[in-house]
């Protein structure tokens, strides 16, 4: 059973930082692509982040120059590193698995950032 568990996540003002993280079970990690995505309220859900096997790295534009996506495949972990944190990051995190056409999703985790 594939198991993602977000944490990492709470409340900053507006030019903090926040890491969040992703551990994950039940896959073989170093073959998949981890992702970050993010929804807020009203909003449909959206990538902020993802990292494939091979450690490439894509970015939002929103995000570019803020936030780093990193994995670590001996503790099947991946991370994101938010600086300089704006209000409109505020969402619900999701850390995503990919592999071909098979798709897993962690519970979520709350970043809030005021202003």
Not at 45 to 56: D, T
Not at 77 to 101: F, G, H, R, W
Request: glycine share 10%; charged share 15%.
């Amino acid at each position: 059973q594939v198991q993602l568990v977000e944490s990492g996540g709470g409340l900053v003002q507006a030019g903090g930082s926040l890491r969040l993280s992703c551990a994950a079970s039940g896959i073989i990690f170093g073959i998949v692509t981890m992702a970050w995505y993010r929804q807020a309220p009203g909003n449909q859900r959206e990538l902020v982040a993802s990292i494939a096997s091979g450690a490439s790295t894509n970015y939002a534009e929103s995000v570019k120059g803020r936030f780093t996506i990193s994995r670590d495949n001996a503790k099947n972990t991946v991370y994101l590193q938010m600086n300089s944190l704006k209000p409109e990051d505020t969402a619900v995190y999701y850390c995503n698995a990919k592999y071909v056409i098979e798709s897993y999703w962690g519970q979520g985790t709350q970043v809030t950032v005021s202003s």
